[in-house]
């Protein structure tokens, strides 16, 4: 039976491919699978990544410069800041103070440093007369703490409608804290232990230049800063400068405890001459002071 005239394109058309095919072989893209001549030259050029160049100018980074303490005429000479001041007293005393507390009695307007060493021995540090709160906000009875001091001329003090007058606290403030049984401590309603220039009082301000007696908003002023901050130092330690909006401070190395006790003595007309004779043990320890700086 011969083949139909139809028929002859699709035959002509499939020897086309079978031709093609072997042609090609195993050359080509249709085939399964490469011969070895063409993959070794579709080899695959290796791709290196080349480490980039650093920058001709690197990023600069910014570096804050170091604190400079303020120069503080309490400061003994030689030394450039109170934690040199500490280093130094803690090594010459030979010992540590276990615990150091500060105590402050209404009744007589005393104020007592303390440190208690190791074999509960009780050393009496610095003593001074004060001023404390007057009769419309009396100083707070209690404990509190003291982590931290503000003890260069820096420091200052914000009003009520946080005005910053400086100068006032004369170089010395040490905010009084209240803890709780967590350790985490807040300011006791901004009261402090601080020093007081009167020539820093503004014009107008109601405020006693007092330094002994019933006379302050609440806070313990102290007539002779430099020596009270001296022995709070030299017996707790402090750490590096740190500084704020209040002024330069130091942290204590260990927190010295505020004992606030007894009551105000009730002064009448009758006893003038106890105020009187306050007066003159408190001008005599100024003096006293006052010769010690030039020793």
């Given at each position: 039976?011969?083949?139909?005239?139809?028929?002859?394109?699709?035959?002509?058309?499939?020897?086309?491919?079978?031709?093609?095919?072997?042609?090609?072989?195993?050359?080509?893209?249709?085939?399964?699978?490469?011969?070895?001549?063409?993959?070794?030259?579709?080899?695959?050029?290796?791709?290196t990544?080349?480490?980039?160049?650093?920058?001709?100018?690197?990023?600069?980074?910014?570096?804050?410069?170091?604190?400079?303490?303020?120069?503080d005429?309490?400061?003994?000479?030689?030394?450039?800041?109170?934690?040199?001041?500490?280093?130094?007293?803690?090594?010459?005393?030979?010992?540590?103070?276990?615990?150091?507390?500060?105590?402050?009695?209404?009744?007589?307007?005393?104020?007592?440093?303390?440190?208690?060493?190791?074999?509960?021995?009780?050393?009496?540090?610095?003593?001074?007369?004060?001023a404390?709160?007057?009769?419309?906000?009396?100083?707070?009875?209690?404990?509190?703490?003291?982590?931290?001091?503000?003890?260069?001329?820096?420091?200052?003090?914000?009003?009520?409608?946080?005005?910053?007058?400086?100068?006032?606290?004369?170089g010395?403030?040490?905010?009084?804290?209240?803890?709780?049984?967590r350790?985490?401590?807040?300011?006791?309603?901004?009261?402090?232990?601080?020093?007081?220039?009167?020539?820093?009082?503004?014009?107008?301000?109601?405020?006693?230049?007092?330094?002994?007696?019933a006379?302050?908003?609440g806070?313990?002023?102290?007539?002779?800063?430099?020596?009270?901050?001296?022995?709070?130092?030299?017996?707790?330690?402090?750490?590096?400068?740190?500084q704020?909006?209040?002024?330069?401070?130091?942290?204590?190395?260990?927190?010295?405890?505020?004992?606030?006790?007894?009551?105000?003595?009730?002064?009448?007309e009758?006893?003038?001459?106890?105020?009187?004779?306050?007066?003159?043990?408190?001008?005599?320890?100024?003096?006293?002071?006052?010769?010690?700086v030039?020793?």
């Open positions: 039976m011969g083949l139909k005239p139809y028929c002859l394109p699709i035959c002509s058309l499939c020897a086309i491919l079978i031709t093609t095919f072997s042609a090609y072989g195993a050359d080509s893209s249709y085939a399964r699978e490469t011969s070895p001549a063409v993959a070794e030259r579709i080899q695959p050029v290796p791709y990544i080349e480490p980039e160049k650093p920058s001709e100018e690197p990023e600069s980074i910014y570096v804050p410069p170091p604190l400079t303490a303020p120069n005429p309490c400061l003994p000479q030689l030394y450039t800041n109170w934690q040199e001041f500490a280093q130094e007293g803690r090594e010459n005393r030979g010992f540590e103070f276990k615990t150091i507390r500060i105590l402050i009695d209404r009744n007589r307007f005393e104020l007592l440093v303390e440190g208690t060493t190791n074999d509960n021995t009780v050393h009496d540090i610095y003593r001074t007369f004060i404390l709160g007057d009769v419309h906000s009396p100083t707070p009875d209690g404990s509190f703490l003291i982590n931290h001091v503000y003890c260069y001329p820096d420091v200052v003090f914000f009003d009520a409608s946080g005005q910053p007058i400086p100068g006032l606290y004369n010395f403030f040490a905010p009084l804290l209240v803890c709780d049984a350790g985490r401590c807040q300011r006791h309603r901004e009261l402090g232990i601080h020093g007081l220039q009167a020539a820093a009082i503004p014009p107008g301000r109601h405020i006693s230049p007092a330094t002994f007696g006379v302050s908003a806070c313990i002023r102290v007539p002779d800063p430099c020596s009270l901050k001296k022995a709070i130092i030299a017996a707790a330690g402090v750490g590096p400068l740190k704020n909006d209040r002024g330069s401070y130091h942290w204590l190395k260990k927190p010295v405890e505020v004992v606030i006790g007894d009551s105000y003595s009730v002064y009448e009758s006893d003038l001459a106890s105020i009187i004779q306050g007066g003159l043990t408190h001008v005599q320890e100024g003096l006293k002071n006052l010769f010690d030039f020793r």
